[in-house]
């Protein structure tokens, strides 16, 4: 969560002190696993303890409940969260309201960010698989076992046979301190899924738009004249999203065109919806330039001055007609053609 900002002069990192302690010591076999865990332990509760309110002091009872302002840490869009905070601990949380990218409304994971630190499912100690069961165990086990099977596979297969897998979720000093401790061990093979996702995504869209992100933000989607979703469901896949579409819809009178197989939720709320057979996705977009194209409706100064390759796509759309379409997506033609006149 949101904390104050206050002046002084700067201290020395605590995840800096956590790393010297490290590097400063001759560890055996146990004590390397046992001091690591402890800082990436440390780290991990720096990280949570750091991004939390302080509440006000207690009253009577319980103590008073304040409210605090956040963002949700789970993607970028950057939606508020409204933290009940009691004593310190985050209790509660509502969407932020007032908030103008989430217009008071969560998805499904902003409305669970609070489990990240206070879930009551998370574990509370070490389990391991005995007999296709869970069992506890102590920390002490637990550490004495894992570092023991990992230096076994290092003196039997090297450094590079342990694959650090670290987590998209960590701060800048979580980062860093796994990265060490992946270089401490003696290899460099770190990742985590952000960058498993994300790297075809940047690639992807870049070479489409010419930029490896949004080109544009949510409220500049108040402003369409028109929205045209071909497989994506935002209604449940991106609620936060739907809700600026729909403002635009409402408020600017965009009418709103969704393409899928499936009728969705996101199709629930189309002015137009074209269901279209599955994996025929490129030859219904071909249907719909084949209108474009046919009755001059494309615009000829941005494809001259933004497009590169159109006179490569023109030849190719042409051997798309009506009947062709309709042959491969099950869409009619006349349907393509509203599709296309509307946008």
Request: overall charge neutral; some cysteine.
């Amino acid at each position: 969560m949101l904390r104050k900002k206050t002046n002084g002069v700067a201290k020395g990192s605590r995840a800096g002190s956590l790393l010297s302690s490290l590097a400063a010591k001759t560890l055996d076999r146990r004590q390397f696993l046992t001091t690591s865990g402890v800082a990436v332990g440390g780290l991990a509760a720096l990280s949570l303890s750091s991004g939390r309110v302080e509440a006000a002091a207690p009253t009577t009872g319980g103590g008073e409940v304040v409210v605090k302002k956040s963002v949700c840490t789970h993607c970028s869009v950057g939606c508020t969260v409204e933290a009940e905070v009691q004593n310190g601990t985050w209790i509660g949380q509502e969407p932020g309201w007032d908030s103008p990218f989430n217009l008071g409304a969560h998805c499904a994971k902003g409305a669970s960010v609070r489990e990240h630190a206070h879930g009551e499912r998370r574990l509370k100690s070490p389990m391991k698989m005995v007999n296709g069961q869970w069992q506890k165990i102590s920390w002490d086990t637990a550490i004495n076992e894992i570092g023991d099977k990992m230096l076994e596979i290092r003196e039997q297969s090297g450094p590079d046979s342990v694959y650090w897998l670290g987590s998209a979720k960590f701060n800048n000093e979580q980062a860093y301190l796994f990265r060490k401790f992946a270089a401490y061990w003696g290899t460099n093979n770190v990742d985590h899924q952000a960058r498993i996702c994300h790297s075809t995504t940047v690639a992807g869209v870049a070479n489409t738009w010419g930029y490896g992100a949004m080109t544009n933000s949510y409220n500049d989607i108040h402003n369409s004249k028109a929205i045209f979703i071909i497989g994506g469901n935002p209604a449940e896949a991106h609620p936060v999203s739907l809700l600026h579409v729909l403002k635009a819809k409402e408020e600017n009178n965009a009418p709103l065109i969704v393409c899928d197989p499936r009728f969705t939720r996101t199709a629930a709320h189309a002015d137009e919806f074209v269901r279209f057979r599955p994996g025929s996705d490129v030859a219904l977009v071909w249907g719909i330039l084949w209108h474009i194209f046919e009755n001059g409706w494309e615009d000829k100064e941005f494809i001259r001055t933004r497009v590169w390759g159109m006179d490569e796509i023109r030849e190719e759309v042409k051997r798309w007609n009506p009947e062709e379409v309709e042959r491969v997506t099950g869409a009619p033609g006349a349907q393509l053609e509203r599709v296309a006149r509307t946008l």
